[in-house]
């Protein structure tokens, strides 16, 4: 994986965090020293669809989005995008980040991300799996003489 | 002469302040918390969010206790709200392809990779009321099977595979947004499709009835409905790349459409296409009805006067939030303007009866 998709990956996780599940496991840590370079900002997403799903692109309707952007004493800079309009929570999603970039990175990845991951993936899969249970089965009744 | 009036502040003020008492009702039953909207009264809060046009499952409860149950109120109070908020960009499309789906069922293929699978559906309930519902709310947790690890493929890819149904070119070009410049007309299939998934869910439904009893007949089969969850993927222009900024429920159907051909189109099938905020299956089929019927231009069809055919006809009336301003401000002070009717009335009143005099004499 390159830096690149890395950061996506965990940025993306983040924004779909459930607020509390990230504040649970953020519970207890100190946070760190940092300066603001932007404070936490409620806005909103133009989403977008596309006709017949894989045509033209289409406006939907918004989804609120809080973001931020803060910079460590050390000099890395964490920015926090997510969904909603948790304030607490997009600053805890920038620490995630900024910390991401540095030695501390290997701890808020199995201490955050990876407990993080396995929640979401639980319950994910817990839907799935109902869903799965809701599929029919169809059985052919025979008629007639032949 | 023209006399201002002023007054009912001390009455509009007691008002708002009964208001809220009756909002709370009855003080020895326990309150609603928004928590509990959010997760006991989902439907109500997607529809909200549809019609309101963003999607905040906490601000749509919150405006649905406000508004004691009104929906259309908590739709308007969601409008406003919306208003104040700075956009920060616009989404790339979301993949429905992708969307991991708790329901997906096909009138049209029995046999479809993935399956019928039904979700938590009211259909086949019986629709008597469940008494023990009024007693306690406990319930026993849904059964569970292996779930399907891979996406579940949109049914039309079938069709299409044949050749036999209208394609959808893929593109991406910038959709016009009605909530930034003054829709106009003729309008694009991306308008239409913006207006109607946030159209009045009362109004959408009313229309593709129309089109099913014979007014722009376009005899639509469900090829597939299925509601899910899909990520949203947003570039961000600080960090230079796009990252997912949330997840989203959203119900899309896709309708499959009778087409003998026309002029400019051979005869294929052709589609209807509805995609909603929320689980709000009975809109997301209106909608592609209706889509599918105000399609009739691109695809050479004949105008048959319908309805639902009528683009200026659907779009400016479709906003229940426009539709209910309009209605409801003539409950408001209109003294002066109906004391001048008053005014025209009497003395055309006076002129009939002295002509008739006048006549008579």
């Known amino acids: 994986m390159t830096k690149m998709t890395a950061r996506k990956d965990w940025m993306s996780l983040l924004a779909k965090a459930p607020p509390r599940a990230l504040a649970a496991l953020w519970e207890g840590r100190g946070a760190p020293d940092f300066t603001w370079l932007r404070a936490p900002e409620i806005g909103a997403a133009m989403v977008r669809g596309r006709m017949g799903g894989t045509g033209a692109p289409f406006n939907m309707g918004e989804m609120t989005v809080t973001r931020c952007s803060l910079q460590l004493e050390g000099g890395a800079v964490g920015h926090g995008y997510v969904q909603g309009r948790d304030k607490a929570h997009a600053e805890r999603a920038a620490l995630v980040d900024a910390l991401m970039q540095t030695e501390a990175a290997e701890r808020i990845r199995a201490e955050v991300l990876e407990p993080l991951r396995a929640e979401m993936t639980g319950r994910a899969e817990a839907r799935a799996a109902k869903a799965a249970a809701t599929k029919v089965e169809f059985f052919t009744l025979v008629r007639g003489d032949d | ?361």
């Open chain 2, 1 to 361: 002469m023209y006399v201002a009036v002023k007054g009912g502040e001390r009455a509009i003020e007691n008002a708002h302040g009964w208001l809220a008492e009756e909002r709370r009702g009855e003080t020895a039953v326990a309150e609603l918390s928004v928590d509990q909207i959010r997760e006991q009264m989902k439907l109500a809060v997607n529809r909200v969010m549809a019609e309101g046009s963003l999607y905040d499952p906490d601000l749509a409860a919150l405006a649905i206790k406000q508004a004691r149950g009104d929906l259309i109120e908590a739709i308007f109070l969601i409008r406003a709200y919306r208003t104040t908020l700075p956009r920060f960009g616009s989404t790339h499309a979301i993949d429905t392809g992708n969307m991991a789906c708790i329901r997906r069922i096909s009138a049209t293929f029995k046999d479809a990779p993935g399956g019928q699978v039904l979700g938590p559906t009211f259909d086949y309930t019986h629709r008597l009321l469940d008494f023990k519902l009024a007693a306690d709310g406990e319930v026993p947790p849904a059964p569970q099977a292996a779930p399907r690890k891979e996406p579940t493929p949109h049914i039309t890819e079938f069709l299409n595979h044949e050749g036999l149904i209208q394609t959808e070119d893929a593109s991406d070009e910038t959709p016009p947004d009605l909530t930034r410049e003054p829709m106009e007309l003729p309008g694009s299939r991306a308008l239409r499709l913006q207006a109607l998934t946030r159209g009045d869910e009362g109004f959408v439904l009313g229309m593709a009835y129309s089109t099913q009893r014979g007014y722009a007949r376009n005899h639509a089969f469900v090829g597939e409905l299925r509601i899910g969850t899909v990520a949203v993927e947003m570039d961000i222009p600080e960090l230079g790349f796009a990252i997912e900024i949330g997840e989203i429920e959203v119900t899309e159907c896709e309708t499959v459409n009778q087409f003998t051909g026309s002029k400019t189109e051979p005869p294929q099938f052709t589609r209807g296409y509805g995609l909603v905020f929320g689980q709000t299956e009975r809109k997301a089929i209106s909608m592609a009805l209706v889509d599918r019927a105000l399609r009739w231009r691109e695809l050479g069809e004949d105008d048959m006067g319908a309805p639902a055919q009528d683009e200026e006809f659907v779009l400016y009336h479709s906003d229940n939030i426009q539709a209910t301003g309009f209605l409801e401000h003539i409950k408001l002070p209109h003294y002066v303007d109906f004391q001048s009717e008053l005014e025209l009335v009497r003395r055309l009143r006076r002129e009939a009866e002295g002509a008739g005099q006048e006549a008579a004499e």
